[in-house]
């Protein structure tokens, strides 16, 4: 290979996707392992998530209402302001509660993750643990990765229940939809269907996003700017991860 | 050699001698050599001292003795086993028959110290709590931080985290204990109170040691045996007394903290003169 074709930004980009795919298998490997220490787990739920909750609801919220006024303004168009219900609630289930909450948690909790590996590394924790024969991939990234896809899924339920609850306070209360049409031709019209693909969306949201936490955070240069630049890496790439296989897993469901 | 104060190394006879054996080691990094055909060995029992100028590799041969980065050619041999040929598996078990203390201590920041010190035993062992308990307390009373058990590492001064460091280093009874620049940026209360420990480590407990610094005057008063490194290569080796008699340049520089001699204090550069005449009028 010439040395123009080793250091082209394709190769470059199939050498890290080799790198990642790698860490991935490795770090798969040490979740089982990993499983026999839930409290580990239960702490990165609960940092993951739980300290992720208030942006979440926050934004649940704001979301739900602009989605309201929006929908009313358009359903009004066709006489039919009485699907709001139905519309917002397709639109959050399917759509906005796993991606808005996916991307949210690449820049709370991804980012978090990522620094805070990267600094444990640079502060020469990882090699502690490799110099006391304990894996840190099982001690360190497992639980983390873990962590993040059990907490999507709960996030993303809540982010859809609270822009629920801000839908129907701005369209009933505000644009005068009838209460009963709002939730009864949302209870008629959303199938179980509905719900398995906000929540298998989630799930994978949670997946990627951790994963490309744990590998930046990981593999981090052990400088201050090395994981600075790291932690921006896995705010872009979640990103545009979680927007590529939003499509596809739409594209899947169709 | 022994000096008046040094510990009589402990006297092993069934063991193999050699614990740590580096044979004719070459390693780069990005292209650049840092050892050109090293050789060393560490024997059990005893206080290895490695010295050398910052940037000679000290902490790089650290790496490769515990198996962290492997050579580019020779072998690292520990308690006779070569380290290039060992499964992952097979090196965590020549890990868990040494203790390391890191330059910054390297504690775990999101447990206490009671948690750091119990890590290894917790992680190896299914040792009941009220043992772990007993276990982990007799080494923190060894280092003289029992009362600080339950603080957090953030708490620490520098000189107490690396003692922290190294009753978790030692929780597990190690073979070989290794420290990687012990006395840096301690206060002379702390270097004095480390360099009592390194000694106590060695003569109650029979540990075998090896210790990086490039504090001169410690390392003299506990080390068995000394190597100096410089330029890729061990370019003397002996009783910290037999460095200080060398007549080697390169020896006597490092020896007597001067700036003149084989190791240059300036950085490779273009002419002094040529280069501030060079810049351009605004």
């Not at chain 1, 509905?194 to 240069?221: I, M």
């Amino acid at each position: 290979m010439s040395a123009a074709l080793a250091d082209s930004p394709w190769t470059r980009s199939l050498r890290k996707l080799g790198a990642v795919a790698v860490f991935m298998v490795r770090l798969l490997a040490q979740c089982g392992p990993a499983l026999a220490r839930p409290r580990l787990i239960v702490n990165q739920i609960y940092n993951a998530g739980s300290r992720s909750l208030v942006i979440i609801m926050l934004s649940g919220l704001f979301v739900g209402m602009v989605l309201a006024l929006q929908g009313f303004e358009l359903l009004q168009r066709f006489g039919s302001e009485e699907a709001l219900g139905t519309a917002a609630a397709l639109a959050l289930l399917k759509e906005l509660g796993p991606v808005i909450t996916a991307l949210l948690f690449a820049g709370r909790a991804g980012t978090s993750l990522t620094s805070e590996i990267g600094l444990m590394g640079a502060t020469d924790q990882l090699t502690a643990m490799e110099m006391m024969a304990v894996d840190p991939l099982r001690y360190v990234a497992a639980p983390r990765f873990l962590g993040g896809v059990i907490a999507m899924p709960l996030l993303a339920a809540v982010f859809s229940v609270i822009g629920l609850f801000g839908a129907q306070l701005i369209g009933v209360h505000l644009m005068g939809v009838d209460r009963g049409s709002f939730w009864s031709q949302m209870q008629s019209a959303i199938d179980l269907k509905d719900v398995v693909e906000g929540v298998t969306k989630s799930v994978v949201f949670g997946f990627a996003c951790s994963l490309v936490a744990v590998y930046e955070g990981y593999y981090s240069e052990p400088t201050a700017a090395g994981v600075g630049l790291a932690t921006t890496r896995t705010v872009v790439a979640s990103s545009v991860l979680i927007l590529l296989l939003d499509y596809v897993l739409t594209a899947g469901f169709l | 050699m022994t000096g008046p104060d040094k510990p009589a190394p402990p006297s092993v006879t069934s063991a193999p001698e050699v614990l740590i054996d580096v044979r004719d080691v070459h390693y780069a990094i990005d292209g650049r050599a840092i050892f050109d055909g090293i050789n060393l060995n560490v024997r059990r029992g005893r206080i290895t001292g490695i010295m050398g100028p910052s940037g000679t590799g000290k902490t790089t041969l650290l790496r490769l003795m515990t198996a962290q980065a492997l050579p580019d050619s020779g072998k690292v041999f520990a308690w006779g086993q070569d380290l290039a040929t060992l499964t992952s598996k097979q090196v965590y078990a020549v890990r868990k028959r040494m203790g390391m203390l890191f330059q910054n201590g390297a504690l775990l920041t999101d447990i206490d110290v009671f948690e750091n010190v119990a890590f290894p035993v917790r992680e190896h062992t299914d040792l009941p709590e009220a043992l772990v308990r007993t276990l982990v307390l007799t080494k923190l009373q060894a280092v003289g931080l029992r009362g600080a058990a339950q603080l957090m590492p953030a708490e620490l001064s520098g000189g107490m985290a690396r003692r922290v460091a190294l009753a978790r280093a030692i929780v597990m009874d190690p073979e070989l204990l290794i420290y990687d620049e012990p006395f840096v940026g301690l206060d002379p209360i702390s270097r004095g109170m480390i360099v009592r420990l390194i000694r106590q480590m060695n003569q109650a407990l029979g540990i075998t040691s090896i210790v990086v610094s490039h504090d001169v005057l410690e390392l003299a008063s506990i080390a068995h045996d000394s190597y100096l490194l410089s330029g890729g290569k061990v370019v003397a080796a002996g009783t910290p007394q037999e460095l200080n008699e060398s007549s080697l340049d390169v020896v006597r520089q490092f020896m007597e903290g001067s700036a003149e001699g084989p190791v240059p204090f300036h950085y490779p550069a273009p002419d002094y003169e040529t280069e501030l005449l060079a810049v351009e009028d605004p």
